[in-house]
């Protein structure tokens, strides 16, 4: 249970003062919902007042009050046109105050012409003149603050508004017991956590700001640590495996360095009565697949059941293909499970995996539906990790009495600190080695004035035997006009190339999608039109030549990913990055790193740096780990504090029970990490 002191920060916003349902929209659009909501709801930039005699005193661009005499108002000719309003200093220089739309009733009749008015705002130039954009009069009782904090901007409420409300969140905000390491906070000389929290919500703020990122990565790094105790507490079916299976398993080439040290590792955890959690991490194309096979195959071999979860229906399929091979030979029974099969298939389905006939289980989330009964699931694989929640992983782990092993596999390369905040609880596998014998892609950026060279390009490629695909942008999932993009794409393609093109896109149903993937892989369609649905996994090694178009929209470790369907057979492979006309200096430097490096971790290191974490976490998962106060360079410079500063408070009082244990409580249920604290009781 929460504890009472955090009571008053939970209630919700309409229980301060003021608050009725009208303004509760507006703020739930902000995210804001609980009072606490509000304390971490810090201010964009602050602006600062000056009092001037006259407008010579002020600089362009300064935030000014002033006093007034107003002389006249001129409503512009159409109803969409400005109201300007003259008014000169006490010098008799001349400033314009522009209202726009509904401000001008208002502004009216706070400044009648004639009167003398003091008002504020900033301070603008236009064209010769100097003029006010919406400035506020502050006669009478109205005071306004020489310094005020501008929030972000916010639909149906006021700065100010917010302001009153953070100033009302803030007198509930109780000083808590320190839950930081003393040697941690005098190093970073960080104030205790209300006067940080104080401090945060004025200008020159960034010491008690850093403070409260640290309790948000602190609460992070304590949350994974604890759900890792409470899982290494379970007991689970060790794996070791006769051998029969993975003895007689003849791979059609030889493991890499990088796959037989990670199937060492993983074998080394599947032999624990504790369940495993590892993270397979390695570039795409790095031989994951033969790794999770060989996990499988000691699960089998020592009679239990794997089950590999996919994203995508593709790709379940795909897997089903390409382990069924890899197999060969072997008597391993591996089917496939996904939300497309009903009826007799299906029931016949979960009769076998119930009754133990299937050994291997491949499928999307559809596996791990309630009716699914395993007869005994002993390993669990997932497939593209992030495009799963960590509530999902844990889930899986969970559901079980006695938890299967978890192997989570991921292809995009994260640098280490990124690691630490998304995966935390793993034990991690890096594949940094590829496969001997890969001819590198070769990556050029061209100008989409070009097109038609391309297309005539893509004609001679075809001509010689070669297949291709063809990525449009698909800036905003569910955004129809992408779509329709793809589509005029396609027909374009198809007009010059005829029934050799085929399309795929999100939209498509399963097997309408299946359909036109096992066309182009049998080699039927030689040029493939597709969104990103063929980012992750699809595997046609005769396809050598791949064109991005609008590249710059892309993110580059998903550019990366897309890259990674050409180059893998035998043919040298080309992957033609279309750009727009005007870039960014940042969207160049992007490119022309992509040219440059196929190296997966180098582009993940930079496209942190360029792009920022939030992003790149944006893009990777489900948003459970984002976090909301810590910004990028603090997750980087303090995760590995936070990590051991953890560590060293689990190892000292795992139960979190003495002192600082309760305090990291407060810190864990402030950070919304409930779930955490659960285990220590489950424990
Ligand atoms: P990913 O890590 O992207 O899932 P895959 O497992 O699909 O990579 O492997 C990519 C390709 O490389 C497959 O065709 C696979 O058969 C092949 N491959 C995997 N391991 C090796 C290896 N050690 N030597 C040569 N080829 C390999
Ligand atoms: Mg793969």
């Known amino acids: 249970m929460r504890p009472d002191i955090l009571n008053p920060l939970f209630a919700e916003l309409t229980s301060l003062k003021g608050i009725g349902a009208g303004l509760a929209k507006p703020l739930a659009r902000l995210k804001l919902e609980r009072v606490k909501d509000l304390l971490f709801h810090f201010p964009s930039y602050f602006v600062h007042r000056r009092a001037v005699d006259g407008l010579d005193d002020a600089q362009i661009g300064e935030t000014i009050i002033l006093s007034v005499d107003v002389l006249d108002h001129r409503s512009g000719g159409s109803a969409r046109s400005p109201l300007r309003i003259h008014a000169v200093d006490a010098r008799g220089d001349v400033v314009s105050l522009v209202f726009f739309g509904r401000n001008s009733g208002w502004a009216k009749k706070q400044l009648p012409v004639g009167e003398a008015r ?401 066309r182009f892989s049998s080699g039927e369609l030689s040029l493939l039109v597709a969104t990103t649905v063929i980012e992750v996994g699809v595997n046609v090694p005769n396809a050598s030549l791949m064109i991005v178009e609008g590249a710059d929209r892309f993110g580059l470790a998903q550019l990366h990913q897309l890259r990674g369907r050409v180059g893998r057979g035998s043919a040298k492979s080309t992957c033609v990055l279309l750009r727009g006309g005007s870039l960014s200096e940042t969207s160049r430097a992007r490119l022309a790193l992509m040219r440059e490096t196929n190296d997966g971790f180098r582009i993940a290191e930079e496209d942190l740096r360029l792009r920022g974490a939030g992003e790149l976490m944006g893009t990777r998962q489900s948003g459970e780990e984002g976090f909301s106060v810590a910004n990028e360079e603090q997750v980087r410079e303090l995760i590995g504090y936070a990590r051991d500063d953890a560590r060293m408070l689990i190892e000292r009082d795992g139960g979190l029970e003495g002192p600082r244990g309760e305090a990291a409580r407060i810190a864990l249920y402030l950070f919304e990490r409930d779930s955490a604290v659960r285990t220590l009781r489950s424990g």
Not at 506 to 517: C, L
């Open 118 to 518: 003091r008002i504020t705002g900033k301070l603008e130039a236009y064209g010769q003149e100097r003029q006010i954009i919406h400035p506020e009069v502050v006669d009478g009782d109205h005071s306004v603050p020489m310094v005020e904090p501008v929030y972000p901007l916010a639909d149906g409420i006021s700065n100010r508004r917010i302001g009153d409300l953070v100033r009302h969140a803030m007198e509930r905000a109780p000083a808590f017991p320190e839950w930081i390491e003393p040697s941690v906070k005098a190093k970073f000389d960080w104030p205790g956590w209300q006067e940080a929290l104080i401090a945060a919500h004025q200008p020159d703020g960034a010491a008690g700001q850093a403070r409260l990122a640290y309790d948000e990565l602190f609460s992070n790094q304590l949350a994974y640590l604890l759900v890792r105790a409470a899982s290494d507490k379970r007991r689970t079916f060790p794996i070791h495996g006769d051998g029969r299976l993975v003895d007689a398993l003849t791979l059609p080439f030889a493991l890499t360095g990088a796959q037989a040290r990670s199937i060492n590792e993983i074998e080394g955890d599947l032999q624990q009565e504790r369940p495993m959690l590892r993270l397979l991490q390695g570039d795409v194309g790095s031989g994951k697949t033969a790794v999770a096979l060989m996990a499988m195959l000691r699960a089998v071999e020592s009679g239990r059941q794997a089950a590999l979860l996919a994203p995508t229906e593709i790709l379940a399929r795909q897997h089903l293909a390409s382990l069924r091979e890899l197999a060969g030979s072997l008597p391993v029974q591996i089917e496939i499970l996904t939300g497309r099969d009903k009826g007799r298939v299906r029931e016949s389905t979960l009769m076998a995996l119930a009754d133990g006939s299937i050994d291997i289980l491949i499928g999307t989330h559809a596996i791990f539906q309630e009716a699914v009964r395993y007869k005994a699931l002993g390993l669990i694989v997932i497939d593209e990790q992030h495009r799963f929640g960590v509530s999902q992983r844990l889930l899986l782990a969970n559901k079980a009495e006695r938890p299967p092993h978890l192997l989570a596999m991921t292809a995009t390369p994260i640098p280490r600190t990124l690691t630490l905040a998304l995966y935390g609880e793993m034990d991690v596998s890096v594949l940094d080695e590829l496969p001997p014998g890969r001819t590198p892609v070769e990556t050029v950026v061209i100008s989409d004035e070009k097109l038609p060279d391309i297309v005539a390009g893509i004609g001679r490629h075809i001509q010689a035997g070669g297949q291709a695909y063809w990525v449009c942008p698909l800036v905003e999932e569910n955004d129809a006009s992408d779509l329709a993009a793809a589509e005029e794409r396609a027909a374009m393609l198809t007009l010059r190339f005829g029934n050799r093109v085929g399309l795929v896109h999100g939209r498509m149903k399963g097997p309408e999608k299946d359909a036109v993937m096992e």
